[in-house]
């Protein structure tokens, strides 16, 4: 079993920064493809980036939606087990609560039914 925990979520203003943390235990991170989800108050969770092993130990494919595209960076660390969300000038519609996903298999997807495992969530709000 995959435990994953969010953290870094908040309250800042539009223009401004946060940096989400995801840590995952029961399982390592490194050959895996994990990401963020973010489901926003009446919305359906949408996809927001993911970061994959692309196979060379020093470097990885992303992917991420075009609504954050230019803002957002994932990274991560393998040595901690953590992938990280930094995201900048935040708009009022990057409101949501952001999920850390991760999946069994390998392959990079923007596809909500193929990650099999989800964090509780962490609330982002920014205000006007």
């Known amino acids: 079993q995959v435990q994953l925990v969010e953290s870094g979520g908040g309250l800042v203003q539009a223009g401004g920064s946060l940096r989400l943390s995801c840590t995952a235990s029961g399982r390592t991170f490194s050959s895996s493809t994990a990401g963020w989800f973010r489901q926003a108050p009446g919305k359906e969770r949408e996809f927001v980036g993911a970061i994959s092993w692309s196979g060379d130990a020093t470097s990885y494919a992303t992917a991420y939606a075009d609504s954050v595209k230019g803002r957002f960076t994932i990274s991560r660390d393998n040595a901690k087990n953590t992938v990280y969300l930094q995201m900048n000038s935040l708009k009022p519609e990057d409101t949501a609560v952001y999920y850390c996903?991760?999946?069994?298999?390998?392959?990079?997807?923007?596809?909500?039914?193929?990650?099999?495992?989800w964090g509780q969530g962490t609330q982002v709000t920014v205000s006007s």
């Open positions: 996903v991760t999946k069994r298999h390998p392959a990079l997807t923007r596809d909500v039914q193929f990650y099999d495992y």
